[in-house]
Nanobody, 114 residues
């Protein structure tokens, strides 16, 4: 069963930055399209960024120009660099395949305060 372990979240002030990491225990990581999702309180989980095996990227309009997704295939690690953070970015962030596996990691909490 695949395991996804997210880390790097925390409490940050408006305008600050965080770098999220996700280690994936999946032998075919390098050929999968991977993504970062987030779920804010009272809202549905949403995809905010994805990256293909060929390193093509997609970003939701709400994060475009502020977030950067990247991957390191040898270590099966997915990253999300988040800059210019806003209070509305407060959420639990998850990584997963796109479309997602049935299993999710524990996520990492990002809280942006003014």
């Amino acid at each position: 069963q695949v395991q996804l372990v997210e880390s790097g979240g925390g409490l940050v002030q408006v305008g600050g930055s965080l770098r999220l990491s996700c280690v994936v225990s999946d032998s075919i990581f390098s050929i999968e399209t991977m993504g970062w999702y987030r779920q804010a309180p009272g809202k549905q989980r949403e995809l905010v960024a994805r990256i293909t095996s060929g390193l093509f990227t997609y970003y939701a309009d709400s994060v475009k120009g502020r977030f950067t997704i990247s991957r390191d295939n040898p270590t099966k690690t997915l990253y999300l660099q988040m800059n210019s953070l806003k209070p509305e970015d407060t959420a639990v962030f998850y990584c997963n395949e796109v479309p997602p596996f049935d299993v999710w990691g524990q996520g990492t909490q990002v809280t942006v305060v003014s």
